[in-house]
């Protein structure tokens, strides 16, 4: 099984809807984070989380909400989706431990399409 | 995190090194160097970071200027499998997320 794995990988969904994406982890890590990925461009920070009681905006949070429902388990929601987040979405993890840099790592990705 | 530069796009043969360019000027002395690589549209995957010193994993070796002001991933043996966007990234190992930028676009050419 992978380290972080997202769900669905691929989506299209109708202008409007609620649509909830998913992440899961086995890295054991504190840290959690969604990111956004447009065509051609690096990764934008949505939300990242410290731990199940924190929650922060990140770069572009507008049209998302997030829910911390374990150390294990970071949902990314867009409350009435719109034609301008289609976007390739990605869950990362990292350690808080500033000794243990050992990166973040990603998950596969969820593919979203806004009709 | 500290602003980084880097090529859009860089060309490399089969079988020979890829070396990968990064300026970081205002690197500050707490930031380690970061870099990972996005294969596609999967997930990006870390590849290697340091702070002062030169690293070398399986996978790459980083050398960074003595000033810290620069450094180069150095892939020794390129195939065609690390054809990839290679991100170098500033990070002070706040919670606040990494800063991504456009990358470079390794391709490899068999």
């Known amino acids: 099984d992978a380290d972080v794995t997202q769900t669905p990988r691929n989506r299209i969904t109708k202008t409007g809807k609620r649509i909830m994406l998913e992440c899961s982890q086995t890295?054991?890590?504190?840290?959690m984070y969604w990111y956004r990925q447009d065509p051609g461009l690096g990764l934008r920070l949505i939300y990242y989380?410290?731990?199940?009681?924190?929650?922060n905006k990140g770069e572009i949070s507008d049209g998302y909400s997030v829910s911390r429902q374990a150390q294990a388990k970071f949902s990314l929601s867009l409350e009435s989706a719109i034609p301008n987040q289609t976007a390739l979405y990605f869950c990362a993890t990292s350690d808080r431990d500033p000794d243990e840099r050992g990166g973040y790592t990603f998950g596969s990705g969820t593919r979203l399409t806004v009709v | 995190d500290a602003k980084t530069t880097q090529p859009p796009s860089m060309d490399c043969a089969e079988g020979r090194a890829a070396n990968l360019p990064c300026n970081h000027s205002t690197i500050s002395g707490n930031e380690y160097v970061y870099w990972y690589r996005q294969i596609h549209s999967q997930g990006p995957q870390y590849i290697i970071h340091g702070l002062k010193n030169n690293e070398t994993n399986e996978m790459a070796s980083l050398i960074i200027t003595e000033d810290r002001k620069s450094s180069t991933l150095i892939l020794p043996h390129a195939t065609l499998r690390d054809t990839a966007v290679y991100y170098c990234?500033?990070?002070?190992?706040?919670?606040?997320?990494?800063?991504f930028g456009k990358g470079t676009h390794l391709i490899i050419q068999p």
């Open positions: 890295k054991g890590h504190d840290r």
């Open positions: 989380s410290f731990d199940v009681k924190d929650i």
């Open positions: 990234i500033g990070d002070g190992g706040g919670a606040d997320g990494l800063t």
